[in-house]
């Protein structure tokens, strides 16, 4: 049987995972976004929390004893999860990538409250702190999100009806 410092490192090694994935599908998708400005530039903003939250979970992993290079079989796990997810290449783009981002947050919302909790059970103060400052970022990034939704979905068809580029 695993003991919880077990199941806490391989839920770290996860949570590494997934924002690896996570900073490939925004910056994918930062790039291909051209007509809404202030979607992208969100998307690039939480891009830069990612990439800082990957080298956050990365420390605790290794405070921890563990090692970041174990990850990539549960990185490949994930990124087919994230493909599936993912609304690339069709002519309603936009608003697919904007649920993708939504549905991917709450992912990443799901894994953190996971390992507070699991942090809090084996003593670990540091990585729970840094978990608990990472769910924080997540929960800004979904409501935001949430609260765009009906303003992308708005702008898609409006573009769409007067004929312009309307997909990304
Ligand atoms: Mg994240
Ligand atoms: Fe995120």
Redesign the pocket.
């Known amino acids: 049987m695993m003991t919880a410092e077990e199941n806490l490192m391989d839920w770290l090694r996860d949570a590494h995972a997934m924002e690896e994935q996570?900073e490939k599908m925004l910056s994918a998708t930062a790039d291909r976004l051209k007509n809404y400005p202030v979607l992208k530039e969100r998307i690039l903003a939480?891009l830069d929390?990612?990439r800082q939250?990957g080298r956050q979970v990365r420390e605790c992993i290794v405070r921890r004893g563990g090692s970041p290079s174990t990850v990539k079989d549960v990185a490949a796990r994930i990124t087919a999860t994230a493909q599936g997810l993912s609304g690339m290449f069709v002519a309603d783009e936009v608003v697919k990538a904007a649920l993708s981002s939504y549905t991917?947050?709450h992912m990443?919302i799901a894994s953190y409250r996971i390992l507070i909790a699991a942090a809090r059970e084996v003593g670990d103060e540091a990585t729970q702190r840094t978990c608990e400052a990472i769910l924080v970022?997540?929960e800004a990034?979904a409501a935001w999100l949430l609260e765009q939704l009906p303003a992308i979905t708005q702008q898609f068809l409006q573009r769409r009806k007067a004929d312009v580029t309307a997909k990304h």
Request: hydrophobic share 25%.
């Open positions: 996570a939480h929390q990612t939250q991917f947050e990443e970022e997540e990034m």
